[in-house]
């Protein structure tokens, strides 16, 4: 699927500039919670373990080998371990303009562009890859998802995959986060009020509705604020990840909804 492709902002005549915007995630309130009751060692190893299982798991699905990749809301991880070069070429996109220049100089992506998700006026199907990594359940803070998912097919190539990593309603601690959330406890208990768990059930018919192909994958079921210990006991279970009714009950899943291939 286009292996060696290339598409440059020099070719989309943007420069290096896209879209310019104030809008992003709420302000993050250290301190919480939460955060007292969380080591940055287990945090870290949470983070590691999550890295490699979403490798392990696009590796076995995506069944893409190379091309374009739209990393929207990059932030400062715009997903490189996932698509690495020479084999993808990725392309950052995030409101915030420092994140954009920092992931360039960082080598993190080989381009970035200034943007607001839903807004972009990138070429159609310029793309093999749209990903929104951790971004979906803030941008639903602000607004409906439906312009996002009707962008990525749009700017998706036939055969081309949107991939969606994202917190899970359904899993315990998505339910009390919305929880957290609906009382006005959020920025208390863990920070930020833009911090919204998706249903499993609404991703899959966003994606159907954008004229997608979705398929839902639970990523993990353990959770980054567990002893580590607890942590190590309840990873087995990531192995049910790709049974579709045990998928949705994942507290991080993962959304593959491909654009089909002309008849």
Request: hydrophobic share 45%.
């Amino acid at each position: 699927m286009a292996e060696g492709s290339s598409t440059s902002a020099a070719a989309w005549g943007v420069g290096s500039v896209q879209n310019a915007m104030s809008v992003g995630s709420e302000p993050y309130h250290a301190g919480n919670l939460l955060d007292r009751l969380s080591s940055a060692s287990k945090l870290e190893a949470h983070y590691e373990a999550l890295e490699s299982r979403e490798r392990e798991l696009l590796a076995r699905r995506l069944g893409i080998l190379g091309g374009d990749v739209l990393s929207v809301g990059c932030g400062w991880n715009p997903g490189r371990h996932l698509f690495a070069a020479p084999a993808f070429r990725l392309v950052g996109v995030d409101a915030d303009a420092a994140k954009v220049a920092g992931v360039v100089d960082t080598g993190r992506a080989d381009e970035a562009l200034v943007g607001e998700a839903g807004a972009l006026t990138l070429p159609d199907e310029a793309f093999d890859v749209v990903l929104y990594r951790l971004v979906l359940h803030h941008i639903v803070y602000q607004g409906p998802l439906d312009p996002c998912f009707a962008e990525a097919a749009r700017l998706l190539r036939p055969g081309g995959a949107l991939v969606a990593i994202e917190p899970g309603l359904w899993h315990p601690v998505g339910a009390g986060l919305a929880l957290a959330n609906r009382t006005g406890l959020a920025t208390a208990i863990h920070g930020t009020p833009d911090d919204v768990p998706l249903s499993p059930r609404r991703l899959l018919a966003h994606a159907r509705a954008a004229g997608l192909e979705p398929e839902l994958h639970a990523l993990t079921y353990t959770w980054r604020r567990l002893p580590r210990r607890l942590q190590r006991i309840v990873e087995p279970l990531d192995a049910l990840g790709s049974r579709p009714r045990a998928a949705r009950f994942g507290h991080t899943l993962v959304l593959l909804a491909r654009k089909p291939e002309p008849a």
